[in-house]
């Protein structure tokens, strides 16, 4: 009886080792997601480029992975900067932030979204486009430099709205940011900026 529980311990430390990844630079990669085939579980995909933890989208983009919650199955990756002097996201060229349906991950409801650069067709929208929104904010600081003057709005993600993409285009709107669990009167300076990202547990029914 005593060899068959040391064997059955030997085996779940041995399982637990496989598919705990390694740390990718100083940040862990804990169960289920995987940066190698020998870890993790395929479906939970990242990769670790250069010691950079980073989450590939539909389209082929990389985004940095910021922060991970096990405990609550969610991850933040960082919104793209917008580039210098202009008011273009990089992934602009991939439609923004897009999510393959197939796999277990979207987009949580705690981002607060702000689109920029918007053509005016969008005011049809029932997304907040006024002078009180909070992409003004955004536009007025240093961040937000090139959007100046421009026509933003801001939508809080929920399930009414596609919990797998975050679109622009041109002819729409050109950029966008996100702060993730915005507070009510929260001031700019404490806005935590990323794209809050939610999986389902493996096996989960």
Same mark, same amino acid.
């Given at each position: 009886? &005593?060899?068959?529980?040391?064997?059955?311990?030997?085996?779940? +430390?041995?399982?637990?080792?496989?598919?705990?990844?390694?740390?990718?630079?100083?940040?862990?990669? !804990?169960? !289920?997601?995987?940066?190698?085939?020998?870890?993790?579980?395929?479906? @939970?995909?990242?990769?670790?480029? =250069?010691?950079?933890?980073?989450?590939?989208?539909?389209?082929?983009? @990389? @985004?940095?992975?910021?922060?991970?919650? !096990?405990?609550?199955?969610?991850?933040?990756?960082?919104?793209?900067?917008?580039?210098?002097?202009?008011?273009?996201?990089?992934?602009?060229?991939?439609?923004?932030? $897009?999510?393959?349906? =197939? &796999?277990?991950?979207?987009?949580?409801?705690? =981002?607060?979204?702000?689109? &920029? =650069?918007?053509?005016?067709?969008?005011?049809?929208?029932?997304?907040?486009?006024?002078?009180?929104?909070?992409?003004?904010?955004?536009?007025?600081?240093?961040?937000?430099?090139?959007?100046?003057?421009?026509?933003?709005?801001? @939508?809080?993600?929920?399930?009414?709205?596609?919990?797998?993409?975050?679109?622009?285009?041109?002819?729409?709107?050109?950029?966008?940011?996100?702060?993730?669990?915005?507070? !009510?009167?929260?001031?700019?300076?404490?806005?935590?900026?990323?794209?809050?990202? $939610?999986?389902?547990?493996?096996?989960? +029914?």
């Amino acid at each position: 009886m &005593l060899h068959l529980i040391v064997f059955v311990l030997a085996l779940v +430390s041995h399982v637990s080792a496989f598919d705990a990844c390694p740390k990718c630079g100083g940040m862990e990669v !804990p169960y !289920p997601l995987s940066t190698r085939d020998d870890c993790g579980e395929p479906r @939970y995909k990242t990769y670790c480029n =250069n010691g950079v933890l980073e989450f590939l989208s539909a389209a082929g983009f @990389y @985004y940095q992975i910021l922060s991970i919650n !096990p405990a609550e199955h969610r991850l933040i990756i960082s919104p793209p900067f917008i580039l210098e002097n202009t008011c273009y996201s990089p992934d602009l060229p991939e439609g923004g932030l $897009q999510l393959d349906e =197939n &796999l277990p991950f979207n987009i949580s409801t705690r =981002n607060t979204v702000m689109l &920029l =650069n918007c053509s005016s067709s969008i005011l049809s929208s029932p997304l907040n486009c006024s002078s009180n929104s909070l992409c003004r904010q955004f536009e007025a600081a240093e961040e937000g430099d090139g959007c100046q003057g421009t026509l933003c709005c801001h @939508y809080l993600k929920d399930s009414a709205m596609t919990s797998h993409r975050i679109r622009v285009r041109v002819g729409g709107c050109t950029a966008y940011t996100s702060v993730v669990d915005m507070k !009510p009167g929260e001031s700019i300076d404490m806005w935590h900026y990323g794209v809050e990202l $939610q999986w389902v547990p493996p096996n989960s +029914s």
